[in-house]
């Protein structure tokens, strides 16, 4: 018998191929497929053993990456948890606490990992959607003593996830940040998104993420690509980062197919962002004209909902929105719809299409 092990399975239920054919697929930017071009990228890449330091893709995007976010060096990942977590481990010792928002990545969907792993504990923050402020922060701060958790990390979202997809306003997110390290912690920014509030902001990614003495950027939400994320910092940093990699294995080998991929997407998939905001602002438009629905206006890709004055419930409509070939996605009593590079403007009228009817059913 494994310890602890019981009925309920980790393993994520295959796609019922008695379901109807996707017409559009809004549950996730994580949903995308590698595109023509990508796939030539990858097909053409220069690869060697990326774990003994011979890849030259991997090092060309780690170089592009760190120039990018304004750091002195990069480290290339397979995920985005992955980063969060190498982060935290390196900034933080067994015991220590991070101040993060409640509803942030590492809080709600990373498994416990900064304490499984770092003996990390989380103190989470209040704030609307997915962002807090200053006098927040420093409500929460405490005097360094012998009975308290040690505040090692403050750890902010771009965009908050949950939050809406929202970009934090740079004059609040860079108050908060100075105020943590003027208490002496360290500053880490979860990027999965940092590229939509790049391009929903018109700031350059090294200005919006001055603040923060770590930063990641993942490639499989908006960007599109199969695989990856680039964690950024100092060079001491990366290198305490790199021990982890290691350790987590997720050092890898012929790394370079990945890496040019992302490369890819650096040069061919940020701009057209602009297109995914654009669909998200039709789609909110479309909803809130539904009577009963209550839409939060979205700041870049994610548009979340309340269908209940509608008469479902987040999960009955995401059902009927399937039955329909539309997928989505909930979050307790929110449907999140997500654009992204395999969504098109047609797409979002189909989308639009079944919500209506899906409503006019109720
Ligand atoms: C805000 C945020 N952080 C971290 C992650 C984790 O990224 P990955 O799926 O690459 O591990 C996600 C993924 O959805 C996310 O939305």
């Not at 391009?199 to 930063?215: K, Q, R, W």
Request: glycine letters at 10%; proline letters at 5%.
């Amino acid at each position: 018998m494994i310890p602890g092990m019981n009925a309920f399975s980790y393993i994520p239920a295959r796609s019922d191929p008695a379901l109807p054919q996707v017409l559009a697929n809004l549950y996730s930017d994580t949903h995308t497929r590698p595109t023509p071009g990508m796939r030539d990228a990858m097909h053409a890449a220069a690869c060697g053993d990326e774990q003994a330091g011979d890849d030259p893709t991997v090092w060309a995007l780690c170089d592009r990456m760190a120039a990018l976010l304004g750091k002195e060096a990069a480290v290339f990942l397979p995920s985005g948890t992955m980063c969060n977590v190498a982060a935290l481990l390196v900034h933080c010792r067994p015991g220590d606490e991070v101040l993060a928002h409640r509803t942030a990545h590492i809080v709600t969907s990373e498994h416990g990992n900064h304490a499984a792993l770092g003996g990390i504990m989380i103190h989470p923050l209040e704030g609307k959607r997915g962002l807090f402020d200053v006098p927040t922060l420093e409500a929460a701060l405490r005097p360094r003593s012998r009975y308290a958790p040690p505040q090692a990390l403050l750890e902010v979202e771009q965009t908050a996830n949950i939050g809406g997809g929202v970009v934090w306003p740079q004059v609040q997110l860079d108050a908060v940040l100075a105020r943590g390290h003027a208490a002496g912690l360290a500053t880490h920014m979860d990027g999965a998104r940092l590229m939509n509030a790049v391009v929903a902001a018109g700031i350059p990614a090294a200005e919006m993420v001055a603040g923060c003495d770590s930063v990641w950027l993942d490639f499989t939400k908006g960007l599109g690509a199969p695989l990856g994320a680039v964690l950024a910092g100092s060079r001491a940093f990366i290198s305490e980062a790199w021990r982890w990699k290691q350790r987590l294995g997720g050092s890898m080998r012929q790394g370079g197919v990945s890496a040019a991929a992302c490369l890819y997407a650096l040069d061919h998939h940020i701009d057209r962002l602009a297109e995914d905001h654009a669909n998200a602002r039709t789609l909110a438009r479309g909803l809130s004209q539904i009577s009963g629905m209550v839409v939060e206006t979205p700041d870049t890709n994610l548009v979340f909902f309340d269908p209940r004055g509608a008469g479902l419930t987040a999960e009955a409509f995401a059902a009927a929105m399937r039955a329909q070939g539309v997928m989505v996605s909930t979050m307790a009593e929110r449907v999140r719809a997500c654009t992204h590079l395999d969504v098109s403007a047609a797409q979002i009228e189909v989308a639009l299409t079944a919500a209506r009817a899906v409503c006019a059913a109720t």
